[in-house]
């Protein structure tokens, strides 16, 4: 089993950036890849990025060009490097991690981008 644990959310005004990291913790070699969520108030959870265990990444069209999505194995932390934040990439972001025996997720992590 996979434990996940997000950190890195705030407040950001509108343009501004942030950088969220998910430590991975547990059966980290059965990580197949890892990807992010986020789930606006109200609106359902959406996919956001995900990055498979060769390196290879895939965004979706709303954060394209200004999300990157990165993994450190050493350290078994994924990233998600925010920049030119709009508010509507407000909502609480997870981490999720998906393996031969289940998806695992993280608690979350608020983000809150003012205008």
């Known amino acids: 089993q996979v434990q996940l644990v997000e950190s890195g959310g705030g407040l950001v005004q509108a343009g501004g950036s942030l950088r969220l990291s998910c430590a991975a913790s547990?059966?980290?070699?059965?990580?197949?890849?890892m990807r992010w969520f986020r789930q606006a108030p109200g609106k359902q959870r959406e996919w956001v990025a995900a990055?498979?265990?060769?390196?290879?990444?895939n965004y979706a069209d709303s954060v394209k060009g200004r999300f990157t999505i990165s993994r450190d194995k050493v350290k078994n932390t994924m990233y998600l490097q925010m920049n030119s934040l709009k508010p509507e990439d407000t909502g609480v972001y997870y981490c999720?991690?998906?393996?031969?025996?289940?998806?695992?997720w993280g608690q979350g992590t608020q983000v809150t981008v003012s205008s």
């Open positions: 990055i498979a265990s060769g390196g290879t990444t």
């Open positions: 999720n991690a998906i393996t031969p025996m289940k998806n695992s």
């Open positions: 547990g059966s980290i070699f059965s990580i197949n890849a």
